[in-house]
């Protein structure tokens, strides 16, 4: 089971007593449970803290977009300040890793301890449970050529779909995949293959016991009643306090398995149920959550950063209603492209369209937009600073603020008078 750490917690806080929230206090506990309200580091983040914030988090969720960085490594940035990436690809892809990689909350980062937590989801999908319906059939077909592929794998090692001998041609756009690719990503999805290194972005397959910690392979697997349990303790103390829905979708369990799961937890004691101020249904709260009185925060979030992957619970906690834009028709995009929330105290208060543009080595910013009722001049300043700092993170020179937005204004001004 893994534990978490609370350093990050701001200092003046008290425990819950009660079981009913105000809105307030559960964004509180939502950003003291996610790592924020502490201190960023002023220095760059070492290894054993980047551990424990990924531990944390529970998970760190991946996606192909690369407008601004990867989203997988935004997170940390966004709660400790600048980090060395380097050591963060050395623990999800090093020979000492102890981070793997799997399908958490879709595909994800996850902390090596949590693999036997998820056998029973890897057991499920060589039986065609749980995974993509096309994936399920191709692989009941296709059994003799995916035995062929981990066969050639086991003997010539760490493989792309496109090297394997007998992988064929994909036939184009993002979902044509080869039947080579169908095949790795089937036993990937199975267990039977896991990420042995990214190049760029692709895959690189290899057997489990060829990646992984030896003693992690050798861990005992718990049932799956079990390891839903702790899935769900995961997720409770990575959010604090949540709904049925919130607690499932972190590591996106099944409906019934939930149900039962939680009924188990709060028998045992180990989730309190709670109300929450506005919300129509129940929430569950992690008995070990703190409640800061308040949150003292400056962080711009990457679109898939688990305080507001879920989107509902985005809306319920802050009244901030966000979508993924880049998949979004152009004519369709109110505030951008790769739109970054930007989280101000407890409040998201603005949402920016951001690109790191390379080749002249600047941060753009095409357009800054305030939420409603939220005054322009603390926003720009503080967004400043975060700006200078995100620039530097990713080794960019200046930073380029666009002309559209209510906010665009007030932030050039704020850039401007900080450079």
């Known amino acids: 089971m893994l534990k978490q ?8 806080t008290t425990r819950p007593t009660k079981d009913k929230f ?6 509180c506990i939502a950003l003291a449970a996610q790592g924020f309200g502490g201190e960023r580091a002023a220095e760059p983040s070492g290894f054993a803290q980047m551990r424990r914030m990924v531990e944390r988090l529970g998970l760190l969720q991946i996606d192909s977009v690369n407008v601004l960085i990867r989203s997988h490594y935004l997170p940390l940035f966004s709660r400790l300040g600048p980090y060395p990436t380097a050591r963060l690809d050395a623990a999800a892809l090093g020979r000492k890793r102890n981070l793997f990689e799997y399908w958490g909350h879709e595909a994800s980062l996850l902390p090596v301890a949590t ?3 998820l056998r029973w989801r890897m057991e499920r999908a060589r039986h065609g449970l749980g995974i993509y319906g096309g994936l399920a059939r191709f692989a009941k077909e296709n059994r003799p050529f995916l035995d062929a592929v981990l066969a050639e794998i086991r003997a010539r090692g760490p493989l792309s779909a496109g090297e394997l001998t007998d992988g064929g041609r994909g036939e184009g756009g993002w979902w044509g995949w080869s039947d080579g690719k169908r095949a790795v990503e089937y036993l990937f999805w199975a267990g039977e293959l896991t990420t042995a290194e990214r190049r760029g972005f692709e895959r690189v397959y290899d057997v489990p016991e060829r990646v992984l910690p030896h003693d992690v392979l050798a861990t005992p697997v718990p049932s799956e009643e079990e390891a839903q349990r702790q899935l769900l303790l995961i997720s409770a103390r990575a959010l604090g306090i949540g709904t049925e829905f919130d607690l499932r979708d972190y590591f996106r369990l099944e409906v019934t398995d939930t149900k039962a799961r939680l009924a188990e937890l709060m028998e045992d004691g180990a989730l309190t149920p709670v109300t929450v101020e506005g919300w129509r249904n129940p929430a569950y709260l992690d008995p ?6 308040r949150i003292e925060a400056h962080a711009l979030l990457s679109p898939f950063d688990s305080l507001i992957f879920e989107r509902s619970r985005t809306e319920r906690l802050f009244d901030f209603h966000y979508r993924l834009a880049f998949y979004t028709p152009a004519d369709k995009r109110s505030h951008g492209y790769y739109v970054m929330p930007f989280l101000m105290g407890d409040q998201l208060v603005a949402r920016l369209d951001m690109k790191a543009e390379r080749a002249a080595s600047t941060l753009a910013v095409p357009a800054a937009h305030l939420e409603d009722g939220v005054a322009p001049g603390p926003v720009a300043e503080a967004l400043a600073a975060e700006l200078r700092l995100l620039a530097g993170w990713l080794g960019l020179e200046t930073v380029r603020v666009g002309g559209e937005g209510d906010l665009a204004g007030a932030l050039k001004a704020a850039v401007g008078s900080s450079a």
């Open 288 to 293: 070990n959550a703190r409640i800061p009185r």
């Open 22 to 27: 105000s809105l307030k206090a559960a964004r």
């Open 115 to 117: 693999y036997p937590l």
């Open 5 to 12: 750490s609370h350093s990050m917690h701001a200092p003046d």
